[in-house]
């Protein structure tokens, strides 16, 4: 193993285990820093731990420059801004460097634009599509409407519903047990709708996609293994998709939808924060730019002095 594999190994158990980041996350960043090697290693900086030491601020400015000039997003330099301060504050905390070149690295502020979502009558008749398409008694389209249902109901992150294990949902409570980031649990409930079309999954359909993989998976793919993310995004796309003007949105789309659904039916911010799992009420803050930008559409059609 290379002094810079060896170095990377223990940045990714630090995440991994430490932080409790997501695999996900854990090979966001390691990629990120591997990135940051190599560039300062065609900056002539040394090689591994001398590297990182010979690294200044100039440095990494100069990096997150080339990944502008490279046609890297607002969004992707400043998580990658972020990533190299994590890495530098592990690499300082563990006695790697003596002194951390990133503690001044700021990326100009990435946008935050507000997301694509369905309005109440488009995902109604999306869910209304998709309950039609599983009338046939199909396997895949009963799973699709059940993931597609408590999605929206919950407003949970993909790789959420992904991981659901049966006992994590409570038909009877139409609660769901959800582990999100940084591995923090929590409750979220569902409606009717939602427990009906899991109900009807379950007993209908599972069965007959289930196997010796299948483990206790609640839901399942074709080959009777958990259900990856990639079938889940294809489900939630076919499912928008199927309505007249509606646009097709991702499973995150579906969560932008629940939170602003929620906002705009009366729903507190904290409410909507605990049912998100987000960590900050600031980002819970971004939906109620959206129901402003609703009413600000709704008043210039309506009012005659707008």
Not at 277 to 302: C, I, N
């Amino acid at each position: 193993m290379t002094d810079d594999e060896a170095l990377l190994a223990a940045y990714g158990r630090y995440l991994g285990i430490e932080r409790g980041r997501s695999a996900n996350t854990v090979r966001a960043y390691l990629g990120d820093a591997r990135a940051l090697l190599d560039h300062l290693n065609d900056a002539g900086c040394g090689s591994s731990g001398a590297r990182l030491a010979g690294a200044d601020l100039s440095a990494l400015r100069g990096w997150l420059g080339a990944l502008a000039r490279g046609g890297a997003s607002r969004a992707t330099i400043a998580r990658r801004s972020a990533s190299v301060r994590t890495f530098y504050t592990w690499a300082v905390r563990t006695g790697r460097l003596g002194q951390d070149p990133s503690v001044r690295l700021v990326a100009a502020r990435k946008g935050r634009d507000l997301p694509e979502i369905l309005t109440a009558e488009q995902a109604e008749r999306a869910l209304s599509a998709a309950a039609v398409a599983a009338d046939d008694g199909d396997p895949a389209a009963l799973r699709d409407l059940a993931m597609v249902e408590l999605l929206y109901a919950s407003g949970m992150r993909v790789g959420e519903l992904a991981a659901l294990d049966i006992d994590d949902v409570d038909l009877g409570a139409r609660t769901a047990t959800v582990l999100g980031k940084g591995a923090r649990e929590r409750i979220v409930p569902f409606g009717v709708p939602a427990e009906r079309a899991i109900g009807e999954w379950l007993t209908r359909a599972r069965p007959r996609l289930m196997n010796a993989a299948s483990g206790p998976a609640l839901f399942l793919g074709a080959r009777g293994g958990r259900i990856d993310q990639r079938q889940v995004r294809t489900a939630v796309r076919t499912a928008t998709a199927r309505p007249d003007g509606a646009p097709s949105v991702a499973p995150h789309g579906l969560r932008h939808t629940a939170a602003t659904h929620l906002l705009d039916g009366g729903a507190d911010l904290r409410t909507v924060q605990e049912l998100l799992g987000h960590k900050s009420l600031a980002t819970t803050q971004l939906y109620t730019q959206v129901s402003v930008e609703r009413l600000k559409e709704t008043y210039a059609r309506a009012h005659p002095r707008a």
